[in-house]
């Protein structure tokens, strides 16, 4: 059965359909594509309530105006995948000029993303944090150029606890998970694909 995600207006609507599709658009992982393409439907409240044959859709996710998107897309994809929470949650850091973000939950690729500041990676991992359902979430940051100020900014603004936890990644000695061979088929920014092996690497 299809997931909906139902909004409350026209503008709503919009603001849903592009935050999905620029985010498909950087993480090109084909399952999440499939499931979000075929699975989930977006809908304002007017349409649904004109629609016929809605027990088809035991699914629903009510959106308000000034709903946190990221959120909405989390809520979405655990949804679809009959899931309340991720068992666990990775979040590799390829620091650099270039920061590198792959977010993966319970072993997909849920979000790729590259930032130019500390700042703005701040309130991206806040954003997760605060936003994403996990049992336990590792933030692990390659020791390349620049990583100890990313931990260190990162130690000020993340409240950790005994589920959120933080490594360091020696980039040129860990070993990553056979996953890694297929994802580098669909990602081809050599700083996310950085980040997507830190965030698999097993020491």
Sequence with gaps: MDLLIVVPNARSYYRV?????????????????????KHVKVLTR?????????????????????????????????????KEY??????????????????????????????????RLERYIENIVSNCPFRICKIKIG???KWYEIATELKKSVIFDKRITMEIIDEGGSNSHGIIGTVINWVHDKDLASAIKIALSSD
């Design 17 to 37: 359909i592009k935050f999905i599709t620029e985010l498909l658009g950087r993480n090109p992982n084909p399952k999440v594509v499939n499931i979000f393409r």
């Design 46 to 82: 007017d349409y649904l309530s004109l629609m016929k044959h809605r027990e088809f859709y035991s699914r629903i996710i009510k959106v308000k105006e000034d709903a946190n998107l990221f959120k909405v897309y989390l809520e979405a994809y655990l949804k679809a995948n009959n």
């Design 86 to 119: 991720f068992d666990s949650l990775i979040i590799g850091i390829d620091p650099g000029m270039r920061i590198g973000v792959a977010v993966i939950g319970d072993g997909e690729v849920i979000d790729l993303v590259v930032f130019h500041s500390f700042e």
């Design 143 to 145: 020791n390349g150029e």
